[in-house]
């Protein structure tokens, strides 16, 4: 084996082997080991020596182009080079997966620049912003596929059929109608086409809540003499004690905790509104723990790290919650097993014991108690208070029992 081809195979000797650190089957790794073989047939055909990101893409874009792959395919090989990329730089690249697959079309590309800029001006999150571009790169390539180029041959019919293909509805219609509204004013398209769009409205699912019992049995199956094992066991206590989101435990930086006078403080990121909280002795212990007896030295700013000492994936947190639902074997039944969930768990408790939802509403983060409105159907002994006797029978009713 020559020096160019022992690095290629290394790499993935050495990411195989990240993937099992990360849990992926041995079935996983087969499926894995495929798709890095064609990278590098394809690294070799172009000389490459070392990979980068820029290659994974380009052989993306390649594999793309040279063969008739359905979407499920295509979408396994983003996967494959979003975590080599992962892999490489301890960065999490999520928002790059498929980019080549939903790139606009070029007749409508720029109009749709402009829109997503106005979305940027109005103050949008970029995660948001993100969302609308794929979702109306979807409805465009839509048009394109049945002949419309043109934002001058855009109709309803087309609007339509783009709808009826949409795995989202709701969100397909939401986002269209903003888009349309732009397009209108701006005098691109003759009429705001989206307004033949149905409201799409999906029954709000009841949250998925675990008992005192279930979640003391997720948190007791944590390995705490391990320095991975210290590490989720305090990403759970925040999630399910203080109910923070995922994406600020990941977030935590050491200026965020104030140890001496017990709080935790930080902007969230969903939301942008700064949050307080007291940092109860259960939580700081933990925290305490891991920090000074199980986090990688480093100069890295976030409390809770990867083994590579990285910052965690936006999924990461959620994939610690379910590592140790699995593990405790708790019955699941339909519900939800991510890190939402002990916050669910979180909220639902604080509702069952009395506390007003303006206090829940605060603790969660949020700025209106109407987002926390259903966690009032989990509150079952509450509810039983609020029950009426039933009326006796009357009149014709009561006359139609005595005959029965």
């Not at 999630?239 to 930080?266: E, H, Q, T, W």
């Not at 700081?284 to 083994?307: C, H, K, S, W």
Request: proline fraction near 4%; hydrophobic fraction near 35%; charged fraction near 25%.
């Amino acid at each position: 084996m020559n020096e160019k081809n022992s690095y290629w195979y290394q790499l993935k000797d050495d990411f195989i082997d990240f993937l099992r650190e990360k849990g992926y089957s041995k079935s996983s790794f087969t499926h894995y080991r495929g798709q890095i073989d064609f990278l590098i047939r394809y690294a070799n055909a172009l000389g490459y020596t070392e990979y980068s990101p820029e290659i994974g893409q380009a052989f993306l874009e390649s594999e793309a182009r040279l063969r008739e792959w359905n979407p499920k395919a295509l979408s396994f090989k983003a996967t494959v080079i979003r975590r080599l990329d992962e892999y490489i730089n301890g960065r999490n690249y999520t928002f790059a997966r498929l980019r080549i697959f939903y790139q606009c079309p070029e007749g409508f590309e720029s109009v749709l620049e402009a829109f997503l800029q106005t979305l940027r001006d109005e103050g949008y999150k970029e995660i948001t912003i993100r969302q609308y571009h794929t979702q109306l790169v979807k409805m465009l390539r839509c048009f394109s596929e049945n002949g419309i180029t043109s934002w001058e041959a855009v109709n309803a019919d087309c609007v339509q059929q783009a709808f009826g293909k949409s795995a989202n509805r709701a969100i397909f219609a939401t986002y269209a109608r903003k888009f349309f509204a732009y397009l209108v004013e701006q005098g691109i398209t003759a009429a705001n086409y989206s307004g033949i769009l149905p409201t799409v409205r999906y029954p709000q699912r009841v949250p998925s809540v675990y008992t005192y019992e279930e979640v003391e049995k997720l948190l007791s199956c944590v390995d705490r003499n391990t320095p991975m094992g210290k590490r989720d066991y305090a990403v759970l206590l925040l999630a399910v004690r203080l109910g923070m989101r995922a994406s600020d435990i990941r977030l935590i930086c050491f200026p965020n905790i104030d140890f001496k006078n017990r709080k935790i403080s930080y902007v969230q990121f969903k939301t942008g509104v700064p949050q307080t909280l007291s940092l109860l002795p259960e939580v700081e212990e933990a925290v305490r723990d891991y920090v000074e007896n199980g986090r990688p030295e480093t100069d890295e700013p976030y409390i809770f790290l990867t083994y590579r000492k990285t910052q965690l994936s936006r999924s990461a947190v959620s994939l610690i919650a379910d590592k140790y639902f699995k593990q405790a074997g708790i019955d699941l039944g339909d519900r939800h097993h991510g890190s939402h969930s002990l916050r669910m768990t979180f909220a639902s408790e604080l509702v069952a014991e009395d506390v007003p939802f303006e206090a829940v509403s605060r603790l969660l983060g949020h700025e209106d108690n109407v987002s926390i409105s259903h966690y009032v159907a989990l509150a079952t002994e509450s509810l039983r208070s609020c029950a009426l006797p039933v009326p006796g029978a009357t009149g014709k009713f009561a006359d139609y029992l005595k005959e029965e």
